[in-house]
T-cell receptor, first 111, second 114 residues
Framework: GENVEQHPSTLSVQEGDSAVIKCTYSDSASNYFPWYKQELGKRPQLIIDIRSNVGEKKDQRIAVTLNKTAKHFSLHITETQPEDSAVYFCAARAGGFKTIFGAGTRLFVKA | DAGVIQSPRHEVTEMGQEVTLRCKPISGHDYLFWYRQTMMRGLELLIYFNNNVPIDDSGMPEDRFSAKMPNASFSTLKIQPSEPRDSAVYFC????????????FGAGTRLSVL
């Protein structure tokens, strides 16, 4: 079945630096890739997504890139701030409604 | 709308007991998902429903787990008998077929099985 691998599991950066989280997926039919942010003790919330017909998408300080050939996609956060500290989940969906999530990356932004 | 509502928020029970988690999706949403979150495995999809019908339950770990959706505004996830390894946060999420890209999560139920 579909599998989504996410790395690293933990990431610590200094405030103002960039953070990059990488994911790979196994199902070549996957065509939608959302990213969710989960703050401590709260629910996951969608922060950005990308479709398979697009290679890159940006929204202020966050951007996602997708390489369909290599079956990997990444989240980039620039100018990190302490409030970016959270767990980030990548996910992949191959049509339908079944979304497979990665194991998550715990991001710490040190002030 | 108050969003997806889950109850209870916390549940502590002893091994062997039956546990029932409840979820009320956002009104008008026709898809409902149950996820389990653990440190080791992240967010795992257990089962999802469309118009109250289970579509894919391949993520349900074993027969001790069962889920129902008797109507469009209510779903339950039951574990019987519960085991310590079932301890996790269980999330319910809902979405609408028109805007299926966004899944709205509930606040979760933190289950501890002693």
């Amino acid at each position: 079945g579909e599998n989504v691998e996410q790395h690293p599991s933990t990431l610590s950066v200094q405030e103002g630096d960039s953070a990059v989280i990488k994911c790979t997926y196994s199902d070549s039919a996957s065509n939608y890739f959302p990213w969710y942010k989960q703050e401590l003790g709260k629910r996951p919330q969608l922060i950005i997504d990308i479709r398979s017909n697009v290679g890159e998408k940006k929204d202020q300080r966050i951007a996602v890139t997708l390489n369909k050939t290599a079956k990997h996609f990444s989240l980039h956060i620039t100018e990190t701030q302490p409030e970016d500290s959270a767990v980030y989940f990548c996910a992949a969906r191959a049509g339908g409604f079944k979304t497979i999530f990665g194991a998550g990356t715990r991001l710490f932004v040190k002030a | 709308d108050a969003g997806v509502i889950q109850s209870p928020r916390h549940e502590v029970t002893e091994m062997g007991q039956e546990v029932t988690l409840r979820c009320k999706p956002i009104s008008g949403h026709d898809y409902l998902f149950w996820y389990r979150q653990t440190m080791m495995r992240g967010l795992e999809l257990l089962i999802y429903f469309n118009n109250n019908v289970p579509i894919d339950d391949s993520g349900m770990p074993e027969d001790r787990f069962s889920a129902k959706m008797p109507n469009a505004s209510f779903s339950t996830l039951k574990i019987q008998p519960s085991e310590p390894r079932d301890s996790a946060v269980y999330f319910c999420a809902s979405t609408h077929r028109v805007d299926k890209n966004i899944q709205y999560f509930g606040a979760g139920t933190r289950l501890s099985v002693l």
